[in-house]
C-alpha cells in the first residue's frame, strides 16, 4: 500500500496527548525520546497541537524507503510558537522539519541527537507571520539528497543535505501551542511516491490555493 500514514485527528471525546490517540491508517504515536512534551489532539476541532514546551512524535507507519512524501493542512489560530512536519524520524531527537516559526518564517532543519542545522529560511519573500484563521496545505517531499517543502503547491524551501539516510518515521514536532491559539495541524498523510512506476495518491485531496504570504 502506497499510502502508509493517514491521520485526521478525529474521534476522540476529550483533549488526548497524541501517544493515546489512534488514526487511521499507520497512526499509533510515540513521543520522541528526545523530547519532554508531545502533541495533543483536540477533540472539537480535529486537530493536533504541540504542548507549550518542545513537542515530538513519530507514528508507527512504516516507508518503504527513504523517500516518501508528508503532506499535512496547517492552520493557523494565532501567531504564537512553532509546528513542523517531520521525515526520517528516530525517536532521539534525529530527523528532518519542516514548517513555520513565528518570527522567523518558513523554515528547514536538521536534527541530528537533539543539535540543530537550519538547511533553508524563507523569511523575507513571504514574512515571518501568518494569516490568523488561515489554512495552509504544505507538502515535504524527501527525496534521497532533495528535501524540499511546498506551501499551497509553491516550493518555498530546499536542501541538498543527507546527513540522515535512515528511513525512520514520519512525524510531527512544534511548540508553545494551546487547543485556541498557535499553529495546528490537520489531515496528516505520508505516502511512498512511486509504486509500480504510478505516482501514488494521498488519501486527502484539498482544493487548489493561491499561497498567500504577508
Same mark, same amino acid.
Given at each position: 500500500?502506497?499510502?502508509?500514514?493517514?491521520?485526521?485527528?478525529?474521534?476522540?471525546?476529550?483533549?488526548?496527548?497524541?501517544?493515546?490517540?489512534?488514526?487511521?491508517?499507520?497512526?499509533?504515536?510515540?513521543?520522541?525520546?528526545?523530547?519532554?512534551?508531545?502533541?495533543?489532539?483536540?477533540?472539537?476541532?480535529?486537530?493536533?497541537?504541540?504542548?507549550?514546551?518542545?513537542?515530538?512524535?513519530?507514528?508507527?507507519?512504516?516507508?518503504?524507503? &527513504?523517500?516518501?512524501?508528508?503532506? &499535512?493542512?496547517?492552520?493557523?489560530?494565532?501567531?504564537?510558537?512553532?509546528? +513542523?512536519?517531520?521525515?526520517?524520524?528516530?525517536?532521539?531527537?534525529?530527523?528532518?522539519?519542516?514548517?513555520?516559526?513565528?518570527?522567523?518564517?518558513? +523554515?528547514?532543519?536538521? +536534527?541530528? &541527537?537533539?543539535?540543530?542545522?537550519?538547511?533553508?529560511?524563507?523569511?523575507?519573500?513571504?514574512?515571518?507571520?501568518?494569516?490568523?484563521? +488561515?489554512?495552509?496545505?504544505?507538502?515535504?517531499?524527501?527525496?534521497?539528497?532533495?528535501?524540499?517543502?511546498?506551501?499551497?503547491?509553491?516550493?518555498?524551501?530546499?536542501?541538498?543535505?543527507?546527513?540522515?539516510?535512515?528511513?525512520?518515521?514520519?512525524?510531527?514536532?512544534?511548540?508553545?501551542?494551546?487547543?485556541?491559539?498557535?499553529?495546528?495541524?490537520?489531515?496528516?498523510? &505520508?505516502?511512498?511516491?512511486?509504486?509500480?512506476?504510478?505516482?501514488?495518491?494521498?488519501?486527502?485531496?484539498?482544493?487548489?490555493?493561491?499561497?498567500?504570504?504577508?
Amino acid at each position: 500500500m502506497a499510502t502508509f500514514l493517514t491521520d485526521t485527528f478525529s474521534g476522540e471525546s476529550g483533549l488526548v496527548f497524541l501517544s493515546s490517540h489512534t488514526g487511521e491508517t499507520g497512526a499509533t504515536w510515540t513521543q520522541d525520546a528526545g523530547y519532554g512534551d508531545q502533541f495533543v489532539v483536540v477533540n472539537t476541532t480535529g486537530r493536533a497541537y504541540p504542548g507549550a514546551s518542545q513537542s515530538a512524535n513519530y507514528s508507527s507507519g512504516v516507508p518503504a524507503t &527513504a523517500e516518501y512524501d508528508i503532506e &499535512a493542512d496547517l492552520i493557523c489560530l494565532s501567531n504564537v510558537g512553532n509546528v +513542523q512536519i517531520c521525515a526520517r524520524m528516530d525517536g532521539n531527537a534525529t530527523m528532518y522539519m519542516a514548517g513555520f516559526f513565528q518570527g522567523s518564517g518558513w +523554515q528547514l532543519y536538521k +536534527q541530528v &541527537a537533539g543539535s540543530f542545522t537550519l538547511l533553508d529560511t524563507d523569511s523575507t519573500t513571504h514574512g515571518t507571520s501568518l494569516t490568523t484563521s +488561515q489554512t495552509y496545505e504544505l507538502k515535504f517531499e524527501v527525496r534521497d539528497a532533495a528535501k524540499k517543502l511546498f506551501v499551497d503547491s509553491v516550493e518555498l524551501l530546499s536542501s541538498a543535505d543527507n546527513a540522515i539516510t535512515a528511513k525512520g518515521k514520519a512525524g510531527v514536532r512544534g511548540s508553545d501551542g494551546t487547543s485556541t491559539t498557535g499553529h495546528h495541524l490537520d489531515n496528516l498523510t &505520508a505516502y511512498d511516491p512511486v509504486v509500480g512506476g504510478t505516482k501514488a495518491r494521498p488519501i486527502f485531496h484539498r482544493p487548489h490555493r493561491f499561497f498567500r504570504g504577508k
